[in-house]
T-cell receptor
């Protein structure tokens, strides 16, 4: 079965700085999708960014980008120019032939 | 209206009570999901409905009973729960049941079992 591991339960960053959240996964599949979801306090979880495994180019969405290392099964999220509104739980997720599997989450705090 | 709406937002119940959680999506999606979110644990998929048919039941105890009367509504009926069932229950929807597209989540129902 696929597993997703987020080794950082909590992270903090100064406002306007850059932070990287780590995610590793385990799979024997070659075709799959990877996601980062954001869950602000008491608000809905939303998709931040998506990466197709067959694409070598790292996905980017404004201040959010990923470093996808397929051979290493690593999928980190970089947040540039951190803003107070970025404070949230961040979940890495994997989907292959079966259901979406989530990591344990990383709580990100932004220090003003 | 938000895309996925869950009610109630908070629920406290005793172990002998019967209650229901409701989810409604206004996105025209064909698939709906129930997830359980507990502290310091990954989200646990409980049930998946695609076109109103249950396509996945992730070994969930029978004290949780889902119902999907149509593609826009999803219920989770709760009966004789245990304190360890206290958690945030998230509803989500997607265009289809593969989940390869984006999941749209509700804000969740915070359940406390006394």
């Amino acid at each position: 079965a696929q597993t997703v591991t987020q080794s950082q339960p909590e992270m903090s960053v100064q406002e306007a700085e850059t932070v990287t959240l780590s995610c590793t996964y385990d799979t024997s599949e070659s075709d799959y999708y990877l996601f980062w979801y954001k869950q602000p306090p008491s608000r809905q979880m939303i998709l931040v960014i998506r990466q197709e495994a067959y694409k070598q180019q790292n996905a980017t969405e404004n201040r959010f980008s990923v470093n996808f290392q397929k051979a290493a099964k690593s999928f980190s999220l970089k947040i540039s120019d951190s803003q107070l509104g970025d404070a949230a739980m961040y979940f890495c997720a994997y989907e292959g032939a079966q259901k979406l599997v989530f990591g344990q989450g990383t709580r990100l705090t932004i220090n003003p | 209206e938000t895309g996925v709406t869950q009610t109630p937002r908070h629920l406290v119940m005793g172990m002998t009570n019967k209650k229901s959680l409701k989810c409604e999506q206004h996105l025209g999606h064909n698939a709906m999901y129930w997830y359980k979110q507990s502290a310091k644990k990954p989200l646990e998929l409980m049930f998946v409905y695609s076109l109103e048919e249950r396509v996945e039941n992730n070994s969930v105890p029978s004290r949780f009973s889902p119902e999907c009367p149509n593609s826009s509504h999803l219920f989770l009926h709760l009966h004789t729960l245990q304190p360890e069932d206290s958690a945030l229950y998230l509803c989500a929807s997607s265009q289809d049941g593969t989940g390869l597209g984006e999941l749209f989540f509700g804000e969740g129902s915070r359940l406390t079992v006394l």
